[in-house]
């Protein structure tokens, strides 16, 4: 019998996805394209959602009317993230970070950077609750949700 | 507006380490040696091939170790020649269900060593209760792949 | 409610690194092991049901095929339910409803997960939407961190306050762990290693997070006239309760957690409780983060909104003070995901039924177990009674 009696074997499993985003999310990132950021608004309790859904969560109406909201909002929380995963797509340091986009009714889930990311205290003294925040559009467009590349805060 | 309907691409591979366990280890230990291991259960006397820490229908663990002849005859057998992410070897090639000699189940592993271009010769050849025998990769990693696949007996 | 349903049996892996075995072999050793303590027979049992995380977690599709053999149950009926963290209530419900319903006497109910073998954090990546928030979730702690800042910022609790009650949550949990042979984590910590840990999403540091564990957690189900047959002293369900919202974060309120509150309004309705903080014996609260678990006291009711550092402080949750708190030492101590919400329900039917060991609390008579799932968004709670 082998002397490494419990062995371990790595393996990976890898699965190709094609995803269909529907047509109010690709009209949603169609937008994004073109720098703006599209919420749908609920005929029933009139709340206006960012990302964008066919169907409001709360009344299950189908949401017909688009409205562009504002690339500025207040955090509303946000989280400084420096552990590092498998296939991670944010290089940490990072801030994720709740955002009410100015004329929205939910909390719209984007990273906070142009600041200093290196030094956390620094960091804590820079963001806070309520802060205002604004869009910062990436330069080459890609039609997915970095095409915003971060938001950072405004002066 | 663009097109309405759009679909991303999307990729999703994550690594592991998978325990083989006490029982499995010992198994692939033995393919390193070219040699199959089986468990017979003490209970109903069915013998089985991967071994098991426990006999899958009495529930009990009182199993014992049984060296298995890489040889028996075939239960079924499919050729692929579908192809899809991430398989194993380019097709066309052989899968199929041995029969092991002394063992009470299927084992699951490749034919090969077969003309796999005429399917009415294949056919004749292997037919059902068909013997094969196990042909063994030269380099061994321990691992299902130390059996290169079952060829059959002339 | 249907008809009365008991739990009769319980088994538990030794929870941690468990190298040593492969995953089906992990799951037998809980099947067994409740098997035994229930005093019957796979022969007794009338249908099985089974929970996991994402079956990613350990890159086996749909476990209950692997684990067939190990749970018994050849030419037996089988569910598969999954819902992340909630897994392991979602399947105690299950197994209530399922001899509730009187259509089985007897139903085995297993949760397991072999986090070892994957890469958690990727694989709870995975639970996000692939094309809005993916990108920024970092695994679990990044929301579950979110959330608890939303909640300080809410309910204006100080950064120093929230630090001392979180820290004083790890020691206790695990403290508490010393008495549980079945936990992970079995060391003690300090206040001051607490605060000085490692920061892995601000302002949660190293030992204010669970492990990433293997193990695994049967529970045995009975019907009134089969508990009482079989069962000298069954723990009797006294009420359920599961709620889920919206999918997106940022769409509800996390700091006041609608799933949370109501999943456990409904339990202490159906089990009669009016003043839970009075009348729970002990409650094993679902806590992988140490500012959740005050999150998880306010929505359960067991003190008023934004007061839970208070209560932490004057030791309302501690061993010996007025409603212990994962005597277990919790998730925070042992967090095999698919298996920690019911080893939450198993920890409770020990507790009411005088068999919880070193880390039993005195005369209990109701218990509270709950777990939650996903990011943030299913909540599920069950009460158990020493009677009927």
Redesign the interface.
């Known amino acids: 019998?082998?002397k490494?009696?419990?062995?371990?074997?790595?393996?990976?499993?890898?699965?190709?996805?094609?995803?269909?985003?529907?047509?109010t999310?690709?009209?949603f990132?169609?937008c994004l394209k073109e720098e703006k950021i599209m919420g749908k608004k609920c005929r029933k309790c009139s709340r206006v959602?960012v990302?964008p859904r066919s169907f409001c969560?709360?009344c299950f109406e189908d949401m017909e009317e688009w409205v562009e909201v504002s690339q500025e909002g207040v955090v509303?929380?946000?989280?400084?993230?420096?552990?590092p995963?498998?296939?991670?797509?944010?290089k940490i340091p990072?801030i994720?970070?709740?955002i009410r986009l100015d004329g929205s009714d939910?909390?719209?889930?984007?990273?906070i950077a142009g600041i200093d990311l290196s030094d956390?205290d620094k960091v804590?003294e820079r963001v806070k609750?309520g802060d205002r925040v604004r869009a910062v559009w990436s330069t080459e467009k890609k039609?997915?949700?970095?095409d915003i590349a971060y938001f950072e805060p405004v002066k | 507006m663009a097109k309405e309907y759009r679909t991303i691409r999307n990729d999703v591979a994550l690594p592991y380490q998978w325990a083989l366990g006490k029982t499995w280890t010992r198994f692939f230990d033995g393919l390193k040696e070219e040699q199959i291991w089986g468990t017979k259960c003490t209970h109903c006397s069915r013998t089985y091939v991967p071994a098991r820490t426990f006999c899958p229908d009495c529930f009990t663990d009182r199993t014992e170790w049984v060296p298995v002849k890489p040889e028996g005859k075939i239960v079924s057998w499919t050729l692929v020649k579908a192809t899809y992410h991430g398989q194993v070897k380019p097709p066309p090639y052989i899968i199929a269900l041995i029969q092991l000699s002394g063992t009470d189940c299927g084992f699951h592993h490749f034919i090969g060593g077969v003309e796999t271009e005429n399917i009415k010769k294949l056919r004749q050849k292997l037919k059902k209760g068909a013997k094969v025998k196990a042909v063994w990769n030269p380099e061994k990693k321990a691992d299902i792949y130390d059996i290169a696949y079952f060829a059959p007996v002339k | 409610m249907g008809k009365a349903v008991a739990i009769i049996g319980t088994g538990q892996t030794k929870h941690g690194r468990r190298s040593d075995v492969c995953y089906p072999d992990l799951v037998r050793e809980s099947v067994t092991t409740a098997l035994q303590d229930a005093g019957i027979t796979l022969k007794d049992i009338d249908g099985v049901v089974l929970g996991t995380m994402p079956s990613m977690m350990e890159g086996v599709s749909s476990t209950h095929f692997y684990f067939a053999e190990a749970m018994g149950a050849l030419n037996k009926p089988v569910m598969k339910v999954e819902t992340c963290g909630s897994t392991g209530q979602s399947i105690g419900h299950c197994g209530y409803y399922w001899v509730a319903s009187g259509m089985a006497d007897i139903v085995l109910v297993v949760g397991s997960e072999k986090m070892s073998e994957g890469d958690g954090q990727a694989t709870m990546t995975t639970v996000f939407d692939p094309f809005f928030q993916r990108t920024f979730a970092a695994g679990a702690p990044g929301v579950f961190t979110m959330q608890s800042m939303e909640w300080m910022y809410r309910f204006n609790i100080p950064e120093d306050k929230g630090r001392e009650a979180a820290a004083m949550i790890s020691v206790s949990n695990h403290d508490n762990a010393m008495d549980n042979p079945h936990a992970h984590i079995r060391v003690r910590v300090t206040m001051d290693e607490v605060k000085n840990a490692r920061i892995i999403t601000y302002p949660v540091r190293l030992l204010d997070v669970c492990p990433a564990s293997d193990g695994a957690c049967a529970v045995i189900f009975a019907s009134e006239e089969k508990a009482k047959k079989i069962c000298k002293k069954p723990a009797w369900i006294k009420g359920l309760g599961f709620r889920g919202e919206e999918f997106f974060y940022g769409e509800s309120d996390k700091a006041i957690w609608m799933s949370a509150t109501e999943a456990a309004k409904e339990a202490y309705k159906q089990a009669g409780i009016r003043n839970p903080l009075k009348e729970l014996d002990v409650a094993e609260i679902y806590n992988p983060f140490t500012y959740q678990e005050m999150i998880f006291y306010e929505c359960l009711g067991l003190c008023p909104r934004g007061e839970a550092p208070d209560y932490v402080l004057k030791g309302t949750f501690k061993k010996g003070g007025q409603l212990p708190c994962c005597p277990s030492g919790g998730t925070l101590c042992s967090n095999p995901i698919g298996a920690t919400g019911l080893i939450r329900l198993a920890e409770a039917a020990l507790q009411v039924t005088g068999k919880a060991g070193a880390r039993q609390v005195g005369g209990a008579k109701l218990a509270l177990s709950h777990a939650m799932g996903g990011v943030d968004q299913f909540n599920g709670v069950t009460i158990v009674g020493s009677k009927l």
């Open positions: 019998m082998s490494e009696e419990h062995r371990i074997v790595k393996g990976q499993v890898m699965v190709p996805y094609e995803l269909a985003l529907g047509r999310w690709c009209h990132f169609d959602l990302p969560p709360r509303e929380t946000w989280v400084y993230v420096n552990m995963f498998f296939a991670q797509e944010l990072f994720s970070a709740q939910s909390g719209f889930i984007h990273q956390f804590r609750l039609g997915n949700i970095l």
